[in-house]
């Protein structure tokens, strides 16, 4: 060790989503929506998630196991479970405790419905890293406006489950014309709920948002409204529950994801695994490929001449995110 | 002595990752950062890390057992470390 352990020894590079992918023999997160299928319908969901929304073609009970040891030797070291709503996934904690049996951070992405005190008590057990809990409103009113089917009062009792339970906490709030208001409210309400961390940015007109723009779309002063409370109540709630926001809009982050691609696989339900989930690109198929195999397109994906002129695209025609379900193999 | 609980070390051509899974932040190891981690095991104390360390390295000087210290101070500082 001619250099000393400590003069560049530990070097801070940058949060995972923002990771360069170009070194690293693996990703270093996985996001995996497990099932489409949803008790919720909600207006702004990216998936088009809901009722009788699984996809025909999605992983067999084999198949899902063979990818999950594939990312454990390939030693991934955190993955999320979302979906649609991934607790209605028959095997979903057979999935859980064999990610977290093999040492594996995991996070679930949960709208909070199926949060009971028992499986609580077994996500506890099980030692997931984290629960995150779409929680879109500080009332039941807007809660349940958005979320549609969905019902405010029993998602907080879930949150509270969470949190007798012992397991960490941390809420999402996607901001609508008709919810922003009530976003300091929300940030209290997670903190009074018990949460580590909460998380929010711009709504994606992508999805059922496409149906419901006009319902949710909000102005630019509403977001400088939005972000400048956010702001506030990162400030004061410092030290005691990190308050994460993105001002940054869609096009921007994806000319920066350009030139630095984060180390980070979106798998679909059907194992196709996208570049991003704001592209509409697919890069690989773990029915047919191995994780080796999908790392190295993944990564040669980013330099395709399609992605870029899809986002330069955007910035004349920021419509095209309406696109993003229509897949384009890469 | 071991990585905090919700730190993930992974070896890396370049030396390794550390991913504080938390924050979502990742540290970049260069090699020497990744020789000392890669001894961080339970049960192992930091004389032990600094002694096996310096059994795999030419110590010139000395200077390998104050750096190695240094660094998992900074480690536990940055809480990836735990006592």
Same mark, same amino acid.
Request: aromatic letters at 10%.
């Given at each position: ?7 560049s ?127 879109d ?37 996607s ?30 007109y ?33 030290g ?10 869609l ?8 030139v ?12 196709l ?35 870029k ?22 | ?10 070896? !890396?051509?370049?030396? %390794? +990752?550390?991913?504080e899974?938390?924050? =979502?932040? $990742? ?11 890669? !001894?961080?095991?339970? %049960? +192992? ?5 600094? =002694?096996? $360390? ?30």
């Amino acid at each position: 060790m001619t250099q000393a352990a400590t003069d560049s020894a530990v070097q801070q590079v940058a949060p995972a989503a923002t990771t360069a992918a170009s070194d690293l023999r693996a990703p270093l997160y996985v996001a995996w929506q497990i099932t489409n299928e949803c008790n919720l319908a909600c207006l702004h969901c990216i998936e088009e998630s809901g009722p009788g929304k699984a996809f025909r073609d999605e992983l067999s009970e084999t198949e899902i196991f063979g990818v999950l040891a594939q990312l454990m030797d390939g030693e991934v070291p955190y993955l999320s479970f979302s979906g649609g709503e991934p607790m209605l996934h028959a095997r979903f904690f057979e999935m859980v405790e064999y990610v977290c049996g093999r040492g594996g951070q995991l996070k679930i992405e949960t709208n909070g419905h199926y949060l009971s005190a028992e499986n609580c008590r077994r996500l506890a057990e099980l030692g997931v890293k984290a629960v995150q809990v779409s929680l879109d409103g500080a009332s039941r009113e807007t809660f349940n406006r958005m979320r549609v089917r969905g019902d405010f009062d029993c998602t907080v009792a879930g949150i509270r489950a969470l949190a007798q339970a012992g397991v960490p906490i941390e809420i999402n709030y996607s901001p609508t014309r008709f919810n922003m208001h009530e976003i300091g409210a929300a940030v209290d309400l997670a903190h009074e709920l018990g949460a580590y961390s909460f998380y929010t940015g711009r709504t994606m007109y992508t999805g059922n948002a496409v149906k419901t723009w006009r319902l949710l779309e909000p102005s630019e002063a509403q977001y400088t409204a939005y972000f400048s409370t956010l702001r506030a109540k990162s400030d004061e709630y410092r030290g005691r529950m990190r308050v994460y926001f993105h001002e940054m809009g869609l096009l921007e982050e994806l000319r920066y994801r350009l030139v630095n691609p984060a180390a980070l696989l979106i798998v679909l339900p059907n194992g196709l695994v996208k570049l991003l989930n704001a592209l509409p690109f697919v890069c690989g198929d773990f029915r047919r490929e191995s994780l080796a195999d999908i790392w190295a397109r993944f990564r040669r994906g980013w330099q395709d001449e399609r992605v870029k002129h899809f986002v330069e695209d955007l910035a004349t025609n920021p419509g095209k995110t309406s696109e993003l379900h229509r897949w384009v193999t890469l | 002595m071991k990585l905090a609980k919700y730190t993930k070390f992974r070896e !890396e051509k370049f030396g %390794g +990752v550390l991913f504080e899974t938390r924050s =979502e932040k $990742v540290y970049s190891l260069n090699p020497t950062a990744a020789a000392v981690v890669r !001894e961080i095991t339970p %049960g +192992v104390d930091e004389q032990e890390v600094v =002694e096996r $360390v310096k059994a795999r390295y030419l110590d010139d000087g000395g200077a390998i057992e104050a750096e190695v210290r240094a660094y998992l101070a900074e480690l536990r500082h940055k809480g990836l470390l735990e006592d």
